[in-house]
């Protein structure tokens, strides 16, 4: 049950972490298209000044509108190319960014997976390091009859109580009872 409750915490920690880390990268996508959107329009709105600049009677500029006006379109078309170079470039963050995102779920997912193995397994794997009879699952009820003098009164309660949660043999619970009542 402890183990449930820590995993069920680790992965509203690891969800709530990524549902930030995700609002986040959103949030940072929408700043980087609105300042696309602004730069944009900044720059129609300069090139309309400037073209009603060299289009005004009397200007000093006026003389030379004609080339003013090509060089400024030249100019505006290199900043609108510049402006969907970055546009690409940011689209191309967007999909690392999403590719990202989902390595990171998938990270997370495996991560998890890992901490939600059951604790059975684990106290399996404790038991057997401390158990008193070696290799006790695979032996016979000859084989574990013939290793029971060797051991304590409590390590003959060790065996009995696993004995009686896993195989049940009728023969071996006997002898384990009768050896601790002569023991105790």
């Known amino acids: ?61 006026s003389g030379q509108a004609q080339q003013q006006q090509q060089s400024l379109q030249q100019t505006a078309q290199q900043w609108m190319e510049q402006a969907q170079q970055q546009q ?3 689209q191309q963050q967007s999909f690392q960014q999403q590719s990202f995102q989902q390595m990171t779920q998938e990270v997370l997912g495996s991560y998890s997976k890992l901490f939600n193995i059951p604790l059975s397994y684990a106290k399996e794997g404790l038991r057997d390091a401390r158990f008193p009879i070696e290799g006790y699952d695979e032996l016979t009820v000859e084989e574990v009859s013939g290793r029971l003098d060797a051991l304590s009164t409590e390590d003959l309660r060790e065996v009995r109580d696993y004995e009686e949660h896993t195989k049940n043999r009728e023969t071996i619970l006997e002898q384990l009872d009768r050896r601790i009542r002569s023991g105790s």
């Open 88 to 90: 690409q470039s940011f």
């Open 1 to 61: 049950m402890i183990d449930r409750n820590a995993s069920g915490r680790m992965d509203r920690g690891a969800e709530g972490a990524q549902a930030e880390w995700l609002s986040a990268m959103q949030s940072l996508a929408e700043q980087i298209h609105k300042q696309q959107q602004t730069s944009q329009q900044m720059i129609q709105e300069l090139m309309n000044t400037y073209i009603q600049l060299l289009n005004t009677p009397g200007s000093y500029l």
